[in-house]
């Protein structure tokens, strides 16, 4: 946990909020400043500031919980659809460093704007990000791999915190 998020304060209950899940890794609860009545940020409880930190595992249970919730919004307040999003990195407009799903409720002309101009790329542009992106998403899949190397290397976790191929040191970069 982290003193200074204001995410952490909510879970440990220092901060009250009105919480809607709750079960020993996950919390669902209202958005006091909600783009709609309902809408539901769901954390995980540990203090995770982006993304690719969070264990394969749980980001697994934070969907599978928003779905969740998602599923109760349509139910319970008779909306026609809802937003599932994340915003990961200040560019992508993170203002808190603590990882959250955000469900959104949405009924026809509601006002909530989540449009953007489409950009089409040129060929040259595709193909090189293309080419980067494969080239940086040839392991995945591994992370099975990854689990049992983790549990059986627990007391021999040593690593370099240089270079530019640490993706620790590149997640850090990251962080709001």
Same mark, same amino acid.
């Given at each position: +946990?982290?003193? #200074?998020? *204001?995410?952490?304060? *909510?879970?440990?209950?220092?901060?009250?909020?009105?919480?809607?899940?709750?079960?020993?890794? *996950?919390?669902? &609860?209202?958005?006091?400043?909600?783009?709609?009545?309902?809408?539901? /940020?769901? *954390?995980?409880?540990?203090?995770?500031?982006? &993304? !690719?930190?969070?264990?394969?595992?749980?980001?697994?249970?934070? /969907?599978?919980?928003?779905?969740?919730?998602?599923?109760?919004?349509?139910?319970? @307040?008779n909306?026609?659809?809802? #937003?599932? /999003?994340?915003? #990961?990195?200040i560019?992508?407009?993170?203002?808190?460093?603590?990882? +959250?799903?955000?469900?959104?409720? $949405? %009924?026809?002309?509601? =006002?909530?704007?989540?449009?953007?101009?489409?950009r089409?790329?040129?060929? !040259?542009?595709?193909?090189?990000?293309?080419?980067? @992106? %494969?080239?940086?998403? =040839?392991?995945?899949?591994?992370?099975?791999?990854?689990?049992?190397?983790?549990?059986?290397?627990?007391?021999?976790?040593?690593?370099?915190?240089?270079?530019?191929? #640490?993706? @620790?040191? %590149?997640?850090? $970069? $990251?962080?709001?």
């Open positions: +946990m982290s003193e #200074n998020c *204001i995410l952490c304060q *909510i879970v440990k209950g220092v901060v009250p909020a009105e919480k809607v899940y709750e079960d020993e890794s *996950i919390l669902a &609860f209202l958005d006091v400043n909600g783009a709609n009545p309902g809408h539901c /940020f769901v *954390i995980p409880k540990e203090h995770y500031p982006i &993304f !690719e930190q969070i264990p394969d595992k749980l980001v697994g249970k934070l /969907f599978s919980i928003s779905n969740k919730v998602s599923s109760a919004i349509f139910e319970s @307040l909306v026609q659809g809802t #937003n599932l /999003f994340v915003t #990961n990195g560019a992508a407009g993170q203002k808190v460093a603590h990882f +959250m799903i955000n469900i959104i409720p $949405r %009924k026809e002309n509601d =006002g909530v704007n989540l449009q953007w101009q489409p089409q790329l040129s060929e !040259e542009e595709m193909s090189t990000v293309e080419l980067k @992106l %494969k080239g940086e998403t =040839g392991a995945i899949g591994g992370f099975e791999t990854e689990e049992k190397q983790e549990k059986t290397s627990e007391t021999a976790k040593t690593s370099s915190l240089s270079g530019e191929d #640490n993706y @620790l040191m %590149k997640s850090l $970069r $990251r962080i709001p």
